[in-house]
C-alpha cells in the first residue's frame, strides 16, 4: 500500500480550490490528486434506492467526462457515487473525517483501496492514526466544497453533512446543483428547500453534465449521440439517471430504441449504433 504522504499549502501538488479557505489546511494524501477541481456529490447516509441509482449515474457520468468525483466515502450517496466513478475507471478522491489510515465506516475498504488503485486519492487533514470521531465530520466538508469546481445534493433530508457542504460550497462561491424530489419525501426535504433558496434544480446525468460543462469546461471524453448516450456506451443501470426515468420507463424506452435498432445491449452496457 502506498504510504501517506504531507501536502502543504503552495506545494506543487496542493488542490487549488483549498487556497479559497480562510486557513487552508495541510492534508495528508494517499494516491494521486490532480491539480484541476473535481466535482463534489453528496447526500444522505439514510438514501432511498432512487438516490441510490442518481449518485452512481453522475458519479459514472463525471468519471466518462473526464472530471474528478470529490465525495467523503461514507454510507448511502457517498459511497454510490464513488461506485459510479469507480465502475468507468474514473478519477475519485474521498475525504476522510478520520486519520488517513483509518477508513470508515469499514465495509468500505474494499472501496477505499480501489480508489487508491485506480489512480484517485483519500485525503484528510487529520494525521494517521487519528479515529473517526463524529465532531470531525462537519469540518471535513469544507475540503470537500473547496476541492470541488461545484457542488452536487442528490438526497437530503433537513439537517445533515449534505447540506453543511453546499452551505459552505456557496460561500466560497461554487454552484450547488440539486436533485428535487417529492415535497413529502424526507429525504428531499433539504434538497428542496435548497431549491427554494437558489440552489440549481439538475434533473438527471445528461443535465448535469451540461450544467457543469458552463462551469467546468466541455467535457474531456463526452460525445453524446443517440438519446444521450455516449459513443463508448452506458451501463443499463444507470440509463433511468440519464433519462431521468423509472426503471420501467427506461426499459420501455431501452427496448423500443433496440427494436429500431438505433442501440444494442453489450453485456451490462448499452452502445449507439
Given amino acids: 500500500m502506498k504510504k501517506p504522504r504531507l501536502v502543504e499549502p503552495g506545494s506543487d501538488w496542493y488542490p487549488l480550490g483549498l487556497h479559497d479557505l480562510e486557513e487552508p489546511p495541510s492534508i495528508w494524501v494517499i494516491g494521486e490528486l490532480r491539480p484541476a477541481s473535481g466535482v463534489a456529490?453528496?447526500?444522505?447516509?439514510?438514501?432511498t434506492r432512487y438516490g441510490v441509482d442518481l449518485a452512481v449515474s453522475f458519479g459514472a457520468a463525471i468519471a466518462r467526462a473526464g472530471w474528478t468525483t470529490v465525495s467523503g466515502l461514507a454510507r448511502g450517496i457517498d459511497t454510490a457515487a464513488h461506485r459510479g466513478c469507480l465502475r468507468l475507471s474514473g478519477h475519485a478522491v474521498a475525504v476522510l473525517g478520520s486519520g488517513i489510515d483509518q477508513c470508515y465506516p469499514r465495509e468500505n475498504k474494499a472501496m477505499y483501496d480501489d480508489i487508491i488503485a485506480m489512480g484517485g486519492?483519500?485525503?484528510?487533514?487529520?494525521?494517521?492514526?487519528?479515529?473517526?470521531?463524529?465532531?470531525?465530520?462537519?469540518?471535513?466538508?469544507?475540503?470537500?466544497?473547496?476541492?470541488?469546481?461545484?457542488?452536487?445534493?442528490v438526497e437530503a433530508a433537513a439537517t445533515g453533512g449534505a447540506l453543511i457542504t453546499a452551505r459552505l460550497g456557496a460561500e466560497l462561491g461554487r454552484p450547488v446543483f440539486v436533485v428535487p424530489g417529492d415535497v413529502d419525501?424526507?429525504?428531499s426535504?433539504?434538497?428542496?428547500?435548497?431549491?427554494?433558496?437558489?440552489a440549481h434544480p439538475v434533473l438527471g446525468s445528461s443535465d448535469l453534465l451540461e450544467e457543469l460543462g458552463l462551469v467546468i469546461g466541455p467535457p474531456a471524453s463526452v460525445t453524446d449521440t443517440t438519446h444521450g448516450?455516449?459513443?463508448d456506451g452506458v451501463s443499463i443501470g444507470e440509463?433511468?439517471?440519464?433519462?431521468?426515468?423509472?426503471v420501467t420507463?427506461?426499459?420501455?424506452?431501452?427496448?423500443?430504441?433496440?427494436?429500431?435498432?438505433?442501440?444494442?445491449?453489450?453485456?451490462e452496457y448499452v452502445v449507439p449504433m
Fill in 229 to 231: 448516450i455516449p459513443t
Fill in 189 to 198: 426535504e433539504g434538497c428542496n428547500r435548497l431549491i427554494r433558496d437558489g
Fill in 121 to 153: 486519492a483519500i485525503v484528510s487533514e487529520y494525521p494517521p492514526g487519528t479515529p473517526p470521531d463524529r465532531w470531525r465530520f462537519p469540518a471535513r466538508n469544507r475540503i470537500i466544497a473547496a476541492m470541488s469546481a461545484a457542488v452536487v445534493v
Fill in 249 to 267: 420507463e427506461t426499459l420501455v424506452k431501452l427496448g423500443r430504441l433496440e427494436l429500431e435498432g438505433k442501440v444494442k445491449r453489450l453485456g
Fill in 185 to 187: 419525501r424526507i429525504t
Fill in 41 to 47: 456529490v453528496v447526500g444522505t447516509r439514510r438514501c
Fill in 239 to 246: 440509463l433511468p439517471g440519464l433519462w431521468s426515468m423509472t
